[in-house]
C-alpha cells in the first residue's frame, strides 16, 4: 500500500489526487533485463520458472525432463530444454536538474516543477510495482542523492526530496551523472529531467556509458512554450539564469534567428541521444505532467525512441 500524502504535504502538490488515479492501473515495462534482488514485474537476466519463454538448451545431464520440448524433439530427432525468463523488480535512478534554468518561468509552473511532478510520477507508479527508486537532485550547492528502495513509505523521501529542490544558479549535471554511474551498478532504468540549455554533451557522455551497461536510459527534455516558440515582440529585456547576464534586444528581429537555432539544438539533442541509445522525449509544459509520464511509460514500452508533442 503507497500511503497517501497529507494535502498540506508536498507530495500532493507534485502528484495530486487526479494525477495518482490517471496512473494507478499503468506499469512501466521498459524491457530491459534487469537485475534486481525480489521478485517483480520484469523479465530477469537469469533463467527462471516464469511463463515467458526465453529459447531452448541442447539437454544435457542434470537437467529437469519436464522442460524437454518433444516437438521439437520430434522434429530434429534431438533433444532440448524450454528456457524461460525468471522475473524480479528494477532499480530506477530518477535524475532532476536544478540548475538556474529549470527556475524559468518565474509565474506559473517553472520548468523544474513540471520535471518534478513528472518524476513524482515516474516513482508512483514504479514504487507500486515493487521496483526500486532512487533520486538525485543536481543542485550546485545543495545536492540531494537517496538511495534506490522499494518499500511504499519511501515513497515519502522520494517525494520530499523533489519537492525541496529549488533553482541553483550554474549546471553541476555532468557531476551528478557521474556519481549516478557509480552507483547504478545493476541493469535497470535512468530517468533524466532537464532543459538540457548548459552542458549537454557532458551529460550524454554518461547517458551513453549507461545504455552501453544494458540500462534503459530516458531523457526527459523540459522546455517552456516560450522557448519553444519565441512569442515575444518589442524591446525585450532578456536574462540568463545561470550567469546573470542580461541585454535589451528587440525580440521581433531576433525571433527567425532564436527559432532557427533552437530547432538545431534540439535536432542535435534528439539525434545524439538516439544514436547512443537513449530515449529522448521532448515534454510539453502545457500537458498536465501525469500526462506526459503516461505518454512516456507506453513509448518506452513500446520500444519508441521518441515521443510526438
Not at 531523457?219 to 515582440?233: D, I
Not at 528587440?250 to 533552437?262: E, K, M, P, Q
Not at 510539453?284 to 513500446?302: L, Q, T
Request: charged residues 25%.
Amino acid at each position: 500500500m503507497i500511503p497517501v500524502a497529507h494535502p498540506k504535504e508536498p507530495g500532493l502538490v507534485l502528484l495530486p489526487d487526479s494525477a495518482r488515479r490517471a496512473l494507478g492501473n499503468l506499469q512501466f515495462r521498459p524491457g530491459v533485463l534487469a537485475e534486481g534482488r525480489v521478485s517483480g514485474l520484469h523479465p530477469s537476466s537469469h533463467q527462471g520458472q516464469s511463463l515467458e519463454f526465453s529459447d531452448l538448451k541442447g539437454y544435457a545431464s542434470g537437467d529437469d525432463p519436464r522442460g524437454v520440448d518433444w516437438k521439437v524433439y520430434a522434429r530434429t530427432d534431438k533433444l532440448y530444454v524450454r528456457r524461460y525468463l525468471d522475473e524480479t523488480n528494477l532499480e530506477a535512478h530518477l535524475v532532476l536538474d536544478a540548475s538556474g534554468s529549470m527556475g524559468h518561468p518565474a509565474e506559473g509552473r517553472s520548468k523544474l516543477e513540471h520535471a518534478a511532478s513528472m518524476l513524482a510520477g515516474l516513482a508512483w507508479v514504479m514504487l507500486r510495482q515493487g521496483d526500486e527508486v532512487g533520486v538525485h537532485v543536481a543542485h550546485e550547492t545543495d545536492p540531494v542523492s537517496t538511495p534506490p528502495r522499494a518499500v511504499a513509505s519511501h515513497l515519502n523521501e522520494v517525494l520530499a526530496a523533489l519537492g525541496a529542490a529549488e533553482a541553483s544558479r550554474g549546471t553541476v549535471l555532468d557531476r551528478t551523472l557521474e556519481r549516478v554511474v557509480g552507483v547504478a551498478g545493476r541493469k535497470g532504468v535512468v530517468v533524466l529531467a532537464s532543459d538540457l540549455l548548459t552542458g549537454w554533451e557532458d551529460a550524454l557522455s554518461a547517458l551513453r556509458l549507461l545504455a552501453a551497461r544494458g540500462h534503459a536510459v530516458v531523457v526527459l527534455h523540459v522546455l517552456s512554450h516560450e522557448e519553444r516558440t519565441f512569442p515575444f515582440r518589442g524591446t525585450v529585456l532578456f536574462r540568463a539564469a545561470e550567469t546573470g547576464e542580461s541585454a535589451l534586444m528587440d525580440a521581433r528581429g531576433l525571433r527567425r534567428h532564436y527559432l532557427a537555432a533552437f530547432q538545431r539544438f534540439e535536432f542535435e539533442v534528439r539525434t545524439a541521444c538516439h544514436r547512443a541509445g537513449v530515449f529522448f522525449f521532448p515534454v510539453d509544459m502545457r500537458s498536465a505532467p501525469h500526462e506526459g509520464v503516461a505518454e512516456v511509460m507506453r513509448a518506452v514500452a513500446a520500444g519508441r525512441r521518441t515521443a510526438a508533442r
